[in-house]
């Protein structure tokens, strides 16, 4: 009966003992299946919890994200939700302002250095002027401040480390399981 019991076990901690190993694994070099991401759509996909402002006016719907070094600003019409392209987008920061580089019908970047805007972590005031062929806008707001980089380093590249935690404590777990079953066959 305690054979029969300590087998079920084994069998039942067996997928628990394999799943971090498979969470942990991961494609190296060779192993990209799928097509290559041009250069300018990785700089487009900035992390999920950055900071974004979203501002609007009767001819568009501005959204600014800032990236690790840039501030990265999406312009679309505001009744089609469709890119627009061919804008001048001047930025503002305080007392500094910069044109920003059109990347592709839509998405413009500005460096946050030349905003004044790269070794400060907080909250930032920004102004941001659209111009196109046929009309002018102006908008403004506070982009909030960026998420805390101790915990973003954490939970992004110590991930490993935890997965490897939990399995010991699974490994020690099932040991002192199976210990406790064989002396009480004893």
């Given at each position: ?11 039942a901690?067996?997928?628990l003992?394999?799943l ?6 991961q ?7 799928e ?61 500094r302002?910069?044109?920003?580089e ?70 020690v ?14």
């Amino acid at each position: 009966m305690i054979a029969v019991s300590l087998r079920r076990l084994r069998a039942a901690l067996l997928p628990l003992l394999l799943l971090p190993l498979a969470l942990t694994a991961q494609a190296h070099e060779g192993h990209e299946h799928e097509e290559a991401v041009p250069a300018a759509a990785v700089t487009a996909i900035p992390a999920a919890d950055a900071p974004r402002l979203t501002l609007t006016a009767p001819q568009f719907e501005l959204v600014a994200v800032r990236d690790t070094a840039a501030l990265l600003i999406y312009v679309d019409d505001y009744d089609s939700n469709a890119p627009l392209a061919d804008l001048q987008l001047q930025v503002q920061s305080g007392s500094r302002s910069t044109q920003a580089e059109a990347l592709e019908p839509g998405l413009y970047r500005v460096a946050l250095a030349a905003l004044g805007l790269d070794n400060k972590p907080g909250t930032a005031p920004l102004s941001f002027i659209v111009r196109s062929p046929q009309w002018q806008a102006r908008v403004d707001g506070v982009l909030p401040a960026a998420a805390s980089a101790k915990a973003d380093h954490f939970l992004g590249e110590d991930r490993r480390l935890l997965f490897v935690l939990v399995l010991l404590a699974i490994v020690v777990i099932v040991v002192r399981v199976l210990r406790r079953l064989r002396s009480a066959r004893s």
